[in-house]
């Protein structure tokens, strides 16, 4: 059975940090693409970063330089820190799990993050 369990997510200040987790289990970790995506209501799930099996990253525009995804293949874990956040970063942010050799991809059941202002 595979699992992506995120945490980390909660309440803070805008201009603080928070740092996201997602361990993993049931799939070989350190061969799939792990991804961070986030949805507001009423608006289309966008991806926020991705990083590949060999630690190639990719951000969205409005993140880069504030947004920083990494991994640790050793524990599962995929994890995005998010620093000088914005109020437009309140959202529920899910974690992604993709092998597109074997046409796979799993879904986190998301964390919520709210940045007041």
């Known amino acids: 059975q595979v699992q992506l369990v995120e945490s980390g997510g909660g309440l803070v200040q805008a201009g603080g940090s928070l740092r996201l987790s997602c361990v993993a289990s049931g799939i070989i970790f350190g061969r799939n693409i792990m991804d961070w995506y986030r949805q507001a209501p009423g608006k289309q799930r966008e991806l926020v970063a991705s990083i590949t099996s060999s630690r190639s990253t990719n951000y969205a525009e409005s993140v880069k330089g504030r947004f920083t995804i990494s991994r640790d293949n050793d524990k599962n874990t995929v994890y995005l820190q998010m620093d000088s956040l914005k109020p437009e970063d309140t959202t529920v942010y899910y974690c992604?799990?993709?092998?597109?050799?074997?046409?796979?991809?799993?879904w986190g059941q998301g964390t919520q993050v709210t940045v007041s202002s």
């Open positions: 992604h799990s993709n092998r597109p050799s074997l046409q796979s991809e799993y």
